[in-house]
């Protein structure tokens, strides 16, 4: 009952190291391996222990479970933990067997088994599945159902892989002295081998047809519908008793669409003799529509910011384009008045300038701002230095980018 209290707590939690723990704490699996042990030797004493031991369990871990789930606080919730227990496939079927199967292997040596007992307790999660079970008692039938379903699994197999095993090991037969006795409990137990076998066999083999139905199945509606952008599935109901599966889909399907599918399903080996039936309709759900405005609202909010990147781009070429209007507006008296009183300045400012010449060039460094460069060619008395050029030059190109206010002064010699 604690075990099935943590089990409970770990589940409702989605906490799958505390639902490990729970599996520690009771393993379980003590009455399913008397049961296989009892029927293997022939021992109706163990055999009747043995169940009223797992009876006994199995009913105070499901009220105790049913309890915590019926009265804790939000804990109906169901949780990914509580879903997984409810849907068994062939998996949990080999899970069970081959882990009833070791355990009993290292019952049957000497030495210790701790680590064995720990590793099927985790692998074949008797607990789990019961605290399940009693959710479902408290919330769910069909949770109930499942959960129950996969605990029966688990029990069975592991009392099959058990009865194998001590047959393969040769155990001894228990003898009775009464030899109609031991005949009768012979037979008894022969016919309790064969209850537990048969439906072990029996769910064995429908696991093994169910899962490939469904892989089937799945391939299918991924390969050749949800692949296909013209069809838009609303959801997919398979009939497996009947052989049908219906297909509905938002909006009108063509009849060209629906005999392909129909010959597409024919290459799927489980399910080609299934009958497709699919339905269509002109109506579309809210959330799809509300999906596709969301979509067309983002696209053109994406074409606002373009056309606004471009607006202010022409602005600056604009802005650009204005400037240079203003400087070479075609006032040519005015442009030579100007460049007179320059040159003359010019003159006056440096006796041993002989040639001045200026003129604005338009460059650009990003091919989409422009900026004015302005041009100057000098030419110095022959009897200056080097050294005096390069200092007067420096001295003209100050004094005449504070004449004209323009810093981007280049000097061409």
């Known amino acids: 009952m604690c075990s099935i209290f943590v089990a409970s707590i770990g589940l409702n939690a989605d906490s799958t190291a505390v639902v490990i723990g729970a599996m520690l704490i009771s393993p379980l699996m003590g009455p399913i391996l008397g049961v296989g042990l009892s029927i293997a030797i022939n021992d109706i ?35 990914n933990e509580l879903f997984g227990r409810t ?35 985790i692998a074949t999660a008797l607990m789990p599945p019961l605290c399940t079970a009693g959710y479902g008692l408290a919330h769910n039938w069909d949770t109930f159902i499942g959960a129950m379903y996969l605990f029966t699994i688990n029990t069975i197999f ?26 009768r409990i012979a037979r008894l137990a022969s016919i309790v081998a ?46 497996w008793e009947e052989k049908t599966i219906n297909l509905h889909f938002y909006g009108e399907v063509a009849d060209a669409t629906i005999a392909d599918l129909k010959n597409e399903l024919k290459n799927y080996e489980k399910i080609k003799d299934f009958s497709l039936v699919i339905k269509g309709n002109k109506t579309r759900s809210i959330d799809k529509i509300s999906e596709a405005y969301d979509r067309a609202i983002r696209d053109l909010d994406n074409k606002d ?41 010019a003159k006056v400012r440096f006796k ?12 650009t460094k990003d091919f989409i701002k422009i900026d004015t460069l ?3 060619r000098l030419k110095w008395s022959k009897e200056l230095t080097d050294t005096l050029k390069s200092k007067k030059e420096q001295e003209l190109k100050n004094w005449l980018g504070k004449k004209l ?9």
Not at 50 to 58: D, E, K, P, W
Not at 196 to 208: C, G, H, S
Not at 306 to 321: D, P, R, W, Y
């Open 45 to 79: 004493d163990t055999l009747k222990k043995s169940l009223i031991n797992l009876v006994t369990m199995i009913v105070l871990s499901l009220m105790a479970a049913f309890l915590f789930f019926k009265f804790f606080p939000s804990a109906d919730i169901m949780t």
């Open 87 to 121: 849907k068994p496939d062939v998996r949990d079927v080999l899970i069970a067997f081959f882990g009833g199967a070791a355990l009993i292997i290292a019952r049957t040596k000497k030495g210790t088994i701790a680590s064995v007992i720990f590793g099927v307790a």
């Open 158 to 183: 592991i009392a099959l892989a058990t009865f194998l095993v001590l047959k393969i090991l040769r155990f001894p037969m228990l003898k009775y002295a009464n030899s109609k006795k031991r005949k």
């Open 194 to 239: 064969i209850l537990v076998m048969a439906p072990a066999i029996w769910t064995f083999v429908e696991f093994i047809k169910q899962t490939g139905l469904e892989g089937d199945y799945n391939n299918f509606i991924k390969t050749e519908v949800e692949s296909n952008d013209e069809l838009w599935l609303q959801k997919g109901t398979p009939s």
């Open 305 to 345: 910011n373009i056309i606004a990147g471009l607006q202010k781009q022409i602005e600056e070429l604009q802005s650009n384009i204005t400037d240079l209007n203003q400087q070479f507006g075609g006032k040519n008296s005015n442009v030579k008045e100007s460049f007179t009183n320059i040159s003359r300045e």
């Open 352 to 363: 041993d300038l002989e040639y001045f010449g200026y003129s604005k060039m338009l460059e």
């Open 374 to 376: 302005t041009l100057v």
């Open 405 to 413: 206010k323009q810093e981007n002064i280049l000097i061409l010699k």
